[in-house]
């Protein structure tokens, strides 16, 4: 990594938005919009898994361990606790990046984030250009889990996108504005479905005031006062850092519950599994096989909304699913979702390792590009 000069003006260093939110908020499909509307810049993305079952990267692209080569050229790190390291990993590629994005995790507090860029082995190589925070205005509830990261996500967001207002009426919009509002009266706030929206308005935009963000009284600079300061800080950053991304679940209770197999869903099975959820559970994600089609579908859960899309992407068929919640009864949730599993039928299709195609029925179900389970679409 070539080293800039120990007072680089902003130009000179990469320039960093965050992406927050809540679980289920649209922050990835804000990346992919980003990713298909980047206009030629070289765009490195980050995103901060939940689960020991990395999905975000396989939604974003197909992986290749931890570095993951993007549609567009980009490139993606899945990481856990090794944020630092994966920065590193970015900023010493042959290929110089014009941006990064960071997506943190839907019950992650942004903070340590942002922390972890203000460090002084960071700070002369990058610099945050804003925080970027994706409400859900179909299921804007801060009050049903009382989660102090969830909050601080709008607290600390410099533009806040208010994602599926095709879901909700007029009235309603005014009402989780309004709630924004009395969290961060001086956000800007951009309506969108599929976090569409024009990207002058959230990359390069400046809004980042480090000074505001931190009140901090400052020594002089060279003083014994300001180096251990500085030592202080970096050590602040590192603890706040690490220790977030590892308590950010049990804090606010939450935790992730993974689930993989080779072998298909049956789509019945699992369309009474998803009508039966325990409230508790409240996001769920995944890459999804069916038995009955011959396709790959993108799994999404929010609250009570869920649906399948057809995943244009060729790639293996297993399923990968991720569900976040409270009080989860880890054993029964993977129990049940064995009991979804399709036989393998024995025929000569599945001894060569197909299924048989789906019945004409089966077929009616699947329409508009994808898999309609139940009347509530995300």
Known sequence: MSKPSPHASPEARLPVTVITGFLGGGKTTLIKH?????QGLRIGVIVNELSELGIDGDLIASADADMLELENGCICCSINNDFLDAIFRLLNRDRRLDYLVVETSGVSDPLPVVLTFLRSELRDHVRVDSIITVADAANFCLDRFESKAARNQLCHGDVVLLNKCDLVGAGE?????????????????????????????ILSVGLFQPDLFFAVSRPAPGSAEALDANHESDQFHARRGHAADCDHLSADGFEA????????????????????????VYRGKGLIWIAESDKRYIFHLVAKRFCL?????????????VLIGRNL?????????????????????????????PSPEVKDQYRSGGVKLGEERL
Do not use: W, Y
Not at 34 to 38: F, R, S, V
Not at 174 to 201: D, F, S
Not at 309 to 321: F, V
């Open 34 to 38: 980003i990713l298909a509307n980047q």
């Open 173 to 201: 919009l005014e009402r989780v504005e309004a709630a924004i509002r009395k969290i961060k009266p001086q956000a800007r706030m951009v309506r969108t479905t599929q976090c569409r929206v024009a990207l002058p308005l």
């Open 257 to 280: 519950v993974s689930f993989q197999s080779t072998r298909p869903f049956a789509v019945q099975k699992f369309q009474d599994f998803l009508e039966q959820l325990p409230h508790d």
């Open 309 to 321: 899309d057809e995943d244009a992407r060729d790639g293996e068929k297993t399923n990968k699913l």
């Open 329 to 357: 009864d880890r054993a029964q949730l993977r129990s049940r979702l064995e009991a979804c599993l399709a036989p393998i039928p024995p025929s000569a299709d599945s001894r060569q390792g197909r299924l048989p195609h």
